[in-house]
T-cell receptor, first 115, second 111 residues
C-alpha cells in the first residue's frame, strides 16, 4: 500500500515570497491533516479536512495560509506571503476516519526554509 | 488551548534497561492519548494509544494512564539503540478529534 506522498521535499524561499505544498493521501482515507512542526516542537495542526470539507482550521493563520482539498483527494497548502517564522517542516497526514481510533499516517514532510 | 507537557530530555539509558517517558496534560476532560515515535529527520509514527486508566502492553512497550493525576507514560523494556528517537505524547481534542502534541522527549539508548 502506497503511503502519503508529499512534494516538494525541500523548499527555500525568501520572505514575502509565495510557496505551495502538495499532498496525496493514502487511497480511501477520508480525513486529511496538515501540520506544522517547528524544530524542537511537536506537530501543530493547521487544518483538518473530512473529504473535501474543513473540520478544523482554528490554528491556520488565515491572513497568509490557505488550503484546499478538491474532490476529496489531493490537497494543497499555500503560504502567501511567507515570513521567517514559517520556517518549519510541513507534514501531511491521512486517516480512514476522524476520531483518534483511526491511526494517522504521516507523509515524509516538506522542509521549508524562509530567508 | 489544551496543554501537553513533556521533558525535552535527552533521557539516556543503557541498552537493555527500561526507559520511562512521561507526559502530563492540563485538560481533565481528555479521554484519548497517543504515543508517537519520531526518528531524526523522519515523520512521526504511532506506537500506541490508550483510553482507559491503567496499563496497556504491546510487545516491549507499555502505556500507563492515570486520569486522576493527569499523566500518561510510556515504558520501553529491553531498550535497544534502535529505540533512540524523540517520543511524542498526544491527546485527542474534543469536537474535531484533532491531536494535540507535546514537544517530545528525546531518548538515547547507549550500546
Amino acid at each position: 500500500e502506497a503511503g502519503v506522498a508529499q512534494s516538494p521535499r525541500y523548499k527555500i524561499i525568501e520572505k514575502r515570497q509565495s510557496v505551495a505544498f502538495w499532498c496525496n493521501p493514502i487511497s480511501g482515507h477520508a480525513t486529511l491533516y496538515w501540520y506544522q512542526q517547528i524544530l524542537g516542537q511537536g506537530p501543530k495542526l493547521l487544518i483538518q479536512f473530512q473529504n473535501n470539507g474543513v473540520v478544523d482550521d482554528s490554528q491556520l493563520p488565515k491572513d497568509r495560509f490557505s488550503a484546499e482539498r478538491l474532490k476529496g483527494v489531493d490537497s494543497t497548502l499555500k503560504i502567501q506571503p511567507a515570513k521567517l517564522e514559517d520556517s518549519a517542516v510541513y507534514l501531511c497526514a491521512s486517516s480512514l476516519g476522524r476520531t483518534g481510533s483511526y491511526e494517522q499516517y504521516f507523509g515524509p514532510g516538506t522542509r521549508l526554509t524562509v530567508t | 488551548q489544551k496543554e501537553v507537557e513533556q521533558n525535552s530530555g535527552p533521557l539516556s539509558v543503557p541498552e537493555g534497561a527500561i526507559a520511562s517517558l512521561n507526559c502530563t496534560y492540563s485538560d481533565r476532560g481528555s479521554q484519548s492519548f497517543f504515543w508517537y515515535r519520531q526518528y531524526s529527520g523522519k515523520s512521526p509514527e504511532l506506537i500506541m494509544f490508550i483510553y482507559s486508566n491503567g496499563d496497556k502492553e504491546d510487545g516491549r512497550f507499555t502505556a500507563q494512564l492515570n486520569k486522576a493525576s493527569q499523566y500518561v507514560s510510556l515504558l520501553i523494556r529491553d531498550s535497544q539503540p534502535s529505540d533512540s528517537a524523540t517520543y511524542l505524547c498526544a491527546l485527542e481534542g474534543d469536537s474535531s478529534y484533532k491531536l494535540i502534541f507535546g514537544s517530545g522527549t528525546r531518548l538515547l539508548v547507549r550500546p
